[in-house]
């Protein structure tokens, strides 16, 4: 099994202790393997560690684990780095979500304004971590949950030649939205997504076999005025019958934008604002459980459940172990690997991994009903990883005006001045001025 030296950015988030103990839960895998965690905030970080080190010493690995505030010190002779950070925590995730709603513009994480926002914020700290790899880690491989995870290797992977690998679970999970709301089993469909991250559609659908397509158009006649039926899953449901593509489940924001605008606009918290709620008792927790004798982490007190990152972990896993896996992972679509897209374009696709690396599946072409709005957002994407490594304000206002959420420049305009002066702290100066 691979001995290696991983580092963690963002080890003392409030998903690092789920994170390590996904880990840990395949230590055996690692034996021999040092883990240093790095973050800015020296408390959370050391909570993590103690949490790590006695599920580390409960299971009898022989895993070091170490933690740092310093990045540069932490990263030295570093195999794998996972990164997964939030720069300006969930206060700035509620401006991201807040902002745009007074503009009558969807606020959201990964999507629209908030999204772009988050990038630039993002790649602000990473052209300091390529720094550091390149200086005292140049062997290093980034294996990315930093979101817009899209974006994020879209700036890397065409910026600068360390190898990057993002990951989200989304081409695993997005599919059961539409099967659940007609009332199909999962483990008798064969759902094949491509596309860019949150923004991918199946090219291939099948249930036992067959098209699935005639299955979900006979739930929707059936279902169409159920009112039991969650409204998410609805609208997927919907959407998979008129585009004859199963969706993911962001596409809501594009399909069904005003009635989920007035929804956001209506609410008295946004998501950010609920989760900062949690978060106290999340980290009440999580020290408790730095203390306990066999730490048992609580799904219902802990940021995303028990076991988090595990999508990265299994690529890494695949990698270092050679221990061939079919997983999604975002890469360049270089040579064409999703008709459509040019070869620079980071696109979100299955992969076979295995030590010697991570090797896209051939991929069908989209249907034509969802390439445009596909091709739109992977152009967005490519705009918003160029303004945010190397941009103007005025390169950020071109990127910000060509996302499908943004309705129009003069509104891309004002939402980038009042977004960029909220979080000038976590900016670069060329945006600003």
């Not at 081409?171 to 759902?191: E, K, S, V, W």
């Not at 993911?248 to 399909?255: E, I, L, M, T």
């Not at 007190?301 to 221990?323: C, F, K, P, Q, W």
Request: charged share 25%.
């Amino acid at each position: 099994m691979a001995s290696i030296k991983l580092v963690y950015i963002g080890g003392g988030s409030s998903r690092g202790a789920g994170t390590m103990a996904s880990f840990l839960e395949r230590g055996e895998h690692f034996r021999g393997s040092e883990v240093v965690l790095v973050d800015l905030d020296p408390q959370r970080l050391e909570i993590v560690r103690r949490m790590s080190q006695r599920i580390a010493d409960n299971k009898g690995l022989d895993i070091a684990i170490t933690a740092t505030t310093d990045r540069r010190a932490g990263l030295r002779d570093a195999d794998a780095v996972l990164t997964s950070f939030r720069p300006g925590n969930f206060e700035a995730r509620a401006l991201d979500e807040r902002i745009p709603l007074k503009h009558g513009v969807i606020g959201q994480e990964t999507q629209g304004p908030g999204g772009f926002f988050m990038a630039l914020r993002s790649l602000n700290q990473f052209t300091g971590i390529v720094d550091d790899i390149k200086a005292v880690a140049p062997k290093a491989v980034i294996f990315n949950y930093t979101n817009p995870v899209n974006i994020v290797s879209q700036a890397v992977s065409r910026f600068t030649d360390v190898p990057i690998y993002s990951m989200c679970e989304g081409l695993m999970y997005f599919p059961n939205t539409t099967l659940r709301a007609a009332r199909l089993d999962p483990a008798r469909a064969r759902i094949t997504m491509a596309g860019v991250n949150h923004n991918g559609w199946s090219f291939e659908h099948l249930y036992d076999g067959a098209d699935i397509m005639p299955l979900l158009d006979r739930a929707w006649e059936e279902r169409r005025n159920d009112p039991s039926m969650d409204i998410l899953e609805r609208r997927m449901l919907e959407l998979a019958v008129t585009m004859r593509s199963v969706p993911a489940d962001y596409f809501q924001y594009y399909y069904y934008g005003p009635e989920i605008l007035r929804e956001l606009q209506g609410a008295r918290l946004t998501r950010s604002e609920t989760i900062m709620q949690a978060l106290p008792d999340y980290w009440q927790h999580y020290t408790e459980q730095s203390f306990a004798d066999v730490p048992d982490l609580d799904p219902n007190r802990s940021r995303g459940g028990i076991h988090e990152l595990e999508l990265a972990l299994d690529v890494m896993d695949a990698y270092y172990n050679d221990t061939p896996q079919r997983l999604p992972v975002n890469l360049p679509n270089t040579g064409g690997i999703l008709p459509g897209f040019d070869d620079d374009v980071v696109v979100e696709v299955w992969c076979q991994v295995d030590g010697s690396g991570v090797h896209p599946e051939p991929q069908k072409p989209l249907p034509h009903t969802v390439r445009g709005i596909t091709q739109q957002l992977a152009e967005y994407q490519y705009l918003a990883a160029e303004a945010a490594w190397i941009g103007t304000r005025r390169d950020a206002i071109a990127a910000l005006a060509a996302n499908p959420l943004v309705p129009g420049l003069r509104v891309a305009e004002e939402l980038f001045d009042e977004m960029a002066a909220a979080h000038a702290a976590y900016l670069p100066e060329r945006l600003l001025r």
